[in-house]
């Protein structure tokens, strides 16, 4: 018997390196990735909750999630594509034209 | 008390943990795109666990079998090589990183004081087709239908963002 | 019970004379305009003798109530018209010398391009006049009062193109606005005390209450406020400055309104509140004070004045200051009487030089004129009767009314004022016909005659460019004027003009004891002494005419021998004892100077500007700061999304505890 806990801090661990690899990592597509991680952990958490509630919905939003991820890794990676062929580059830094 | 729920979650864990710290520590997106595939298995073992079958399968088949294919596609397409070391921005580490660990922080104790002897059985939820179906198209018909809706613009929005644009010229002529 | 007089068109006909001429004066004929405002004063004085005709027939004082203006409270004003016999003089005097100045105008003015300008503010100086002069109450007298001053400001600086015009209108309109200030706190008191500004009203407040003999009081104090704007109005000692500086406006102007009608306002307004000053000797005292030693001051000014037209202010001054000496000691019907007999000759003095300095060419210093009655004859007959007027001989109208006031200062007042009334007489005298030396006999100084001849076109009409005659419509008016300043005074032999103005100025509270010892002198001693005061004052006349003769017409070389010998003192008195100067230096500067450094550069520049300026600039230093905040780096915002998430996370935290 697992208490919730562990599940929770799990997913906390995973969404903070999520969170760690967004701020960290320079390369775009590998910021993608770690916004994939923060959603994964989120998911471990909703599935978690979902047994300790005893509320199937958990279940079915885990679900919708993962179709929200799915859309959003395609568009975003199609505009990374069209980004690439402008600036020729994959470094987040040196894209920064959106300033003052 | 050490039950096979236990022993079987902390492996899992141990895989996940392992598997996000190595998708920072890498340097070669691709490596991290499979650290992420051994992150996701994890996962789903880790649903297995809990007794959500339906999800666990979506994980493997939608998260790891296609939007991961999807992101080693885009490495192999734009041929990213190497992360080159600029210098970034400050701010993201002296604040964010931070911020980031006070978040954690506070959240872990909040966790950790909070919750008491409660315990989850193992494959303790239904996760049967039948009453995922009846959830599914039954309770949540709306978010259903709307999130069909939303991946079918995000193909056709992925198209025209991604085709060259000379593509999208003879496109206009015909 | 009355008809209805219908008092209201009297200032309304000049009002809508100066509206026509105003608007469609511009493209209007010389004629049309002159038709209208002609028009417009004569309607005017047309229906004043109406008025007048009708006048025994009504029941007094006639009331015409028009609207409601003010209903605060207790306090009520409204637009109303009051009719009396002191009102009925004034209306007379300012609708029959203002028709005749009109007239005058039409022939001085011809060649002027704004022709129509000069009308429609005439006429609207006739509206406002006349609104001083019938009005029931101080507040609407005010709004003549005011309206006067506008006018005078206007035609002062007609010529605004003038720096000196145009600067000599702002000194006018300034310093009459010191004296208003003092008549506004005035009429502050009489609303605070007696709640109510309409003559009447007040009037019957004021009558119970007692002469404060003893020390100053409220009425003391309302009335050394109204005197002071009358000072200012009627170019007293301290604030007469601006009347010689109007000089700069044309003749006409001076005429109507620096001699004969607004300058008068003052003397008028005194009169009219004769009820507080009869209460508050102090104040009455001051009045007297005030006015005899503005007659003399300026008498000895216009001694040595060699421009034409500034030898005329200062008389008025000094006048004027004979009418205030009349008010001063209680003989309100007397100052009245002068006011009339003064607007007939100073008019016609002002006509006259206008007459004058139109003849021979827009010149008015007297040194380059001379022997000029050849040249002009009608105006020199009347200006010569205006003279002698004015000098106190008899029979003429100035003689009685400043005979009059010379009496009853003697025997009302003291005779201190009697003496420096007396020799001013003898100074007014002396410059009078100094003047009328200078200008009218002997040589013509002015350009060489030869040279006129051969220029030709020395000032426009002439062909031979020498001094010539002013066309009729020019010399009508001076004749009328001086045939009134022939036989005006008659009215007031056998003391008729007193006994018709006794109902306005009967006094219910007993005079101090000084003036009822001087009446009972009066009534015992009597006749004798007003024929040995009369003697002298005469005398004293016939003296300055005299030594003028001397100086100016047998012996010219001795008035250089003379101002040689007093030096510095004639120096001071040619520059007019350096009163202007000392108001600049006194007043003028120090307030000049503490606008400039306080007001301007410390407030505006230095508090309000700094305050906009430094806020605009303090939000442009934030902004500098913050717009690094938005560098387009996605990990700096990513960075600043993680740190605001651990915020709101600690925040929720924190709650839950608590609670």
């Known amino acids: 018997m697992v208490p919730l806990s562990y599940y929770l801090v799990l997913s906390g661990i995973l969404f903070a390196c999520g969170v760690a690899g967004f701020l960290i990592k320079r390369n775009i597509i590998t910021i993608f990735m770690s916004i994939e991680l923060m959603l994964n952990g989120v998911n471990l958490s909703f599935v978690a909750f979902a047994v300790h509630w005893h509320a199937l919905a958990g279940q079915i939003f885990v679900f919708f999630v993962m179709v929200v991820a799915a859309a959003e890794a395609a568009v975003g990676l199609a505009i990374i594509i069209a980004v690439y062929r402008t600036r020729e580059t994959l470094n987040v830094d040196q894209v920064n034209l959106l300033k003052l | 008390m050490l039950s096979l729920h236990l022993i079987l979650f902390l492996a899992f864990g141990a895989v996940c943990v392992a598997g996000a710290v190595n998708l920072l520590a890498q340097t070669h997106p691709i490596n991290s795109a499979l650290s992420l595939i051994a992150v996701m298995a994890a996962l789903a073992g880790e649903y297995l666990l809990l007794g959500a079958e339906f999800v666990a399968a979506v994980q493997v088949i939608v998260y790891a079998g296609a939007i991961m294919v999807l992101f080693v596609f885009t490495i192999m397409l734009l041929n990213a090589g190497v992360e080159e070391h600029t210098k970034g921005s400050r701010v993201a580490i002296v604040i964010g990183v931070p911020g980031l660990l006070i978040g954690s922080v506070l959240l872990a104790w909040v966790v950790l004081h909070r919750s008491g002897t409660e315990a989850v059985a193992m494959g303790a939820l239904p996760g049967d087709p039948r009453t995922i179906g009846q959830l599914l198209f039954h309770d949540f018909l709306l978010p259903f239908e709307v999130t069909s809706v939303l991946i079918l613009i995000a193909i056709m929005g992925a198209v025209v963002l991604a085709s060259k644009p000379e593509a999208i010229q003879k496109r206009k002529e015909h | ?659």
């Open chain 3, 1 to 659: 019970m009355n008809h209805p007089l219908h008092l209201w068109l009297i200032p309304l006909l000049p009002l809508a004379g100066a509206a026509i001429n105003g608007f469609f004066g511009k493209k209007a004929s010389r004629q049309g305009v002159s038709a209208v405002a002609l028009l417009g004063s004569g309607a005017a004085f047309a229906m004043a003798f109406f008025v007048a005709v009708r006048f025994s027939s009504l029941s007094l004082p006639y009331q015409e109530v028009f609207a409601h203006w003010i209903r605060s409270g207790n306090f009520s004003v409204d637009f109303a018209f009051y009719l009396d016999q002191l009102s009925l003089v004034m209306l007379l005097v300012v609708t029959g010398v203002g028709f005749l100045i009109h007239v005058y105008s039409v022939g001085y003015m011809w060649e002027d391009p704004s022709f129509y300008r000069f009308f429609a503010y005439l006429n609207l100086f006739m509206f406002f006049m006349l609104t001083l002069v019938l009005a029931s109450n101080y507040l609407l007298m005010f709004i003549g009062w005011e309206g006067v001053g506008l006018a005078s400001y206007l035609l002062i600086g007609f010529w605004f193109t003038k720096d000196s015009a145009a600067s000599a209108g702002k000194k006018a309109f300034i310093v009459n606005r010191i004296g208003d200030f003092g008549f506004l706190i005035g009429l502050f008191l009489l609303i605070q005390h007696f709640g109510s500004l309409n003559f009447q009203r007040v009037f019957e407040m004021v009558r119970p209450l007692p002469a404060e003999t003893s020390g100053a009081g409220l009425l003391t104090a309302i009335g050394i406020l109204l005197m002071v704007g009358a000072c200012g109005k009627s170019a007293q000692i301290p604030l007469y400055v601006w009347l010689p500086d109007a000089m700069e406006g044309p003749t006409p102007v001076s005429a109507l309104i620096h001699a004969a009608t607004m300058v008068t306002a003052g003397v008028y307004m005194i009169s009219r509140s004769h009820v507080i000053f009869e209460r508050a000797p102090i104040a009455l005292t001051a009045v007297a004070i005030i006015g005899t030693l503005t007659a003399f001051f300026a008498a000895t000014i216009g001694v040595a004045q060699t421009d034409i037209k500034k030898v005329l202010a200062y008389s008025t001054v000094s006048q004027l200051g004979y009418m205030f000496m009349a008010c001063g000691v209680g003989a309100f019907s007397a100052g009245i009487f002068h006011l009339m007999t003064h607007a007939f000759f100073k008019g016609l003095l002002f006509l006259a030089a206008g007459s004058v300095i139109h003849g021979v060419g827009s010149e008015q210093d007297m040194r380059k004129m001379g022997g000029l009655r050849s040249y002009m004859p009608w105006t020199f007959l009347t200006m010569g009767i205006a003279t002698l007027a004015i000098a106190g001989i008899p029979p003429l109208a100035g003689f009685w009314s400043k005979d009059e006031i010379l009496w009853k200062v003697y025997s009302q007042g003291s005779w201190v004022f009697w003496l420096i009334g007396v020799i001013t007489a003898l100074i007014t005298s002396f410059y009078m016909f100094r003047l009328m030396y200078m200008t009218f006999a002997g040589d013509y100084r002015g350009q060489d005659e030869h040279e006129l001849v051969v220029a030709g076109r020395a000032h426009g009409h002439d062909a031979h460019g020498l001094p010539h005659e002013s066309p009729a419509v020019m010399l009508v008016p001076l004749i009328i004027l001086a045939v009134l300043s022939l036989v005006g005074g008659l009215v007031g032999i056998g003391d008729r003009f007193e006994h018709f103005l006794a109902p306005v100025f009967e006094q219910s509270v007993p005079l101090s004891a000084a003036a009822e010892a001087s009446s009972a002198i009066a009534e015992t001693g009597g006749r004798g002494t007003e024929w040995l005061l009369m003697g002298i004052s005469v005398t004293l006349a016939f003296l300055g005419w005299y030594l003028a003769y001397l100086l100016y017409s047998k012996k010219p070389e001795l008035p250089q021998k003379i101002a040689g010998a007093l030096g510095g003192f004639y120096n001071a008195v040619v520059h007019k004892y350096y009163i202007d100067e000392l108001y600049a230096a006194v007043f003028i500067k120090p307030l000049i100077d503490g606008s400039t450094r306080i007001l301007w550069h410390g407030v505006d520049q230095g508090i309000i500007d700094a305050v906009v300026n430094e806020s605009a600039e303090g939000a442009r230093h934030v902004s500098d700061e913050v717009r690094h905040m938005q560098s387009g780096n996605l990990r700096s915002y990513a960075g600043w999304i993680a740190a605001g998430a651990a915020a709101v996370i600690a925040y929720m935290i924190w709650i839950w505890v608590k609670a």
